[in-house]
């Protein structure tokens, strides 16, 4: 697809790097970071980069990352610590940064296809990869090291809560209109108009890549408010509850039925069941995500039963979901074929007609492209530090000493959802890593303080304090 971008929007993306300079001398280091990575996400240009040599593509994900990490080093002076204190979590982050080497070394041949043949993967592809991950690692890195305290969780909370309220505006907008909202600020629309139109209305599309990117949003936004309601003081809670019923109205209106789903599961949890419940729940979550693909490739995921039920309540998207399943049955078997490394960019990991070369297959969700260009180490580099955080909160949460905050297990669960949802769809963004490096640094400080507290009970049994004689 073809976008021509004005000259506005190029002037924020180059703009940016201010804007985090103005966030940070303002704000506190955590909200700094927090709207640095967010506001980026919500404001810039979607698809529009700066294509410089050498350097990777400078876009709305990469700048908001590379400027936070300029800001700590050079204007908070802070030293940062990249690695994470467990083994697993650094051969993660290696496999994450290193893995392309191997999948360019292993995809040098072209693929052959009518018309014109897949060219194979070159050295320069490795190091523009390996580049672009570390960068997409940085609010993960950052997060750990600012938001790791039940308060920078909070602020994240009302960050989300707030942008959901302020984004709610130009969506009701596009929901009546119809999403122009790109078109008249950057010049041009970032997708397939068709697919925004649903339900004899629109899909709000504002300055993200799709109508999904928008409606998950929402659903953070309304998940963020009912927390914040429940932990609030009792003064506070009217106008916290009519702003969760009001982004519920929002998410609704949205026409999406995963994060609607979502909320209708999550909202129960977080309103009523107890901290240690939602993070063991988040950490479940997340152990049936990173196992996907073989359940998938075991026949185990009810693929008949969920297609039934889509059937039940509306043909139309039962068509979309058939369609999806069996494209990426076929995507599977692709992946297949080179298992370990996958099969690198350029197109060369769908599927092709032998006779015309038009392509026939989508890759949506965030598993299968990942499954089919960097292969099973890739994916377990992606998922597995995903789901490192909440495994880890999960193994705390056994034991009696930890006490959760519901900022902590709130965002436990929203990060669980994002891992949900990314098996539909491609939603992994710069605020996924953002709660992913927050709790992990949270993970980390519980396993601390309970060694600590073991190592403390047992010097006190080995060596017990003279007792008192009572005459």
């Known amino acids: ?74 204007v908070l002076r802070d030293r940062l610590a990249l690695l994470p204190q467990s083994s697993v979590g650094k051969v993660l982050i290696a496999l994450f940064i290193l893995s392309p080497f191997a999948t360019v070394l292993t995809n040098t ?23 672009n991950q570390a960068i997409a690692l940085l609010p993960f890195f950052l997060a750990r090291r600012y938001l790791a305290t039940p308060v920078a969780m909070r602020a994240l909370l009302v960050a989300l809560m707030a942008a959901g309220l302020a984004y709610s505006l130009p969506m009701l907008v596009e929901m009546r209109l119809s999403p122009q909202m790109n078109v008249w600020v950057y010049g041009y629309f970032q997708h397939d108009f068709f697919q925004t139109i649903r339900f004899g209305g629109y899909r709000p599309v504002v300055f993200l890549p799709h109508g999904l990117w928008v409606a998950f949003l929402a659903l953070m936004a309304v998940l963020a408010a009912l927390v914040l309601f429940r932990a609030s003081p009792p003064e506070r809670r009217p106008r916290l509850l009519a702003a969760a019923l009001y982004l519920m109205a929002v998410l609704i209106l949205c026409k999406s039925a995963g994060p609607l789903v979502y909320a209708l599961g999550l909202a129960p949890l977080l309103l009523l069941a107890p901290r240690r419940l939602q993070v063991l729940a988040a950490a479940v979550l997340a152990v049936l995500v990173v196992s996907y693909p073989l ?5 185990l995921v009810p693929l008949d039963a969920i297609l039934g039920l889509a059937d039940h309540l509306d043909a139309n998207r039962a068509y979309s979901l058939r369609f999806r399943i069996g494209n990426e049955e076929q995507l599977l078997a692709r992946a297949a074929e080179r298992p370990l490394f996958g099969w690198g960019g350029y197109g060369r990991n769908l599927l092709y007609d032998p006779f015309t070369g038009a392509g026939l297959s989508i890759a949506d969700g965030a598993w299968i492209i990942t499954l089919g260009i960097y292969g099973w180490l890739g994916y377990i580099a992606l998922f597995g530090l995903l789901a490192l955080p909440l495994l880890a909160l999960g ?11 519901p900022y902590v297990s709130a965002v436990a669960l929203i990060l669980a959802a994002n891992m949900v949802d990314m098996l539909p769809n491609a939603t992994l963004i710069p605020f996924t890593w953002l709660m ?12 601390v303080a309970r060694r600590a507290a073991a190592e403390a009970e047992r010097r006190r049994r080995m060596h017990p304090g003279p007792q008192r004689t009572v005459l």
């Open 109 to 131: 041949d072209p693929v052959p296809r009518v018309g014109d043949d897949l060219q194979g993967m070159r050295i320069y592809d490795s190091i523009a990869a390996v580049a």
């Open 1 to 74: 697809m073809q976008i021509s971008p004005n000259a506005f929007a190029w002037l924020m993306l180059l703009a940016w790097p201010l804007v985090a300079l103005l966030l940070y001398r303002r704000l506190t280091p955590d909200r700094a970071l927090i709207w640095t990575v967010l506001g980026g996400y919500l404001l810039l240009p979607p698809l529009a980069a700066l294509d410089l040599p050498v350097v990777p593509d400078l876009d709305k994900a990469s700048i908001p990352n590379l400027a936070a990490l300029v800001m700590v080093l050079f």
């Open 436 to 447: 992913a490096g927050a709790l992990l640094g949270h993970a980390e400080a519980l396993a």
């Open 395 to 405: 193994r705390e949460a056994f034991s009696a000493r930890a006490a959760f905050s």
């Open 295 to 299: 359940l998938r490739g075991a026949h």
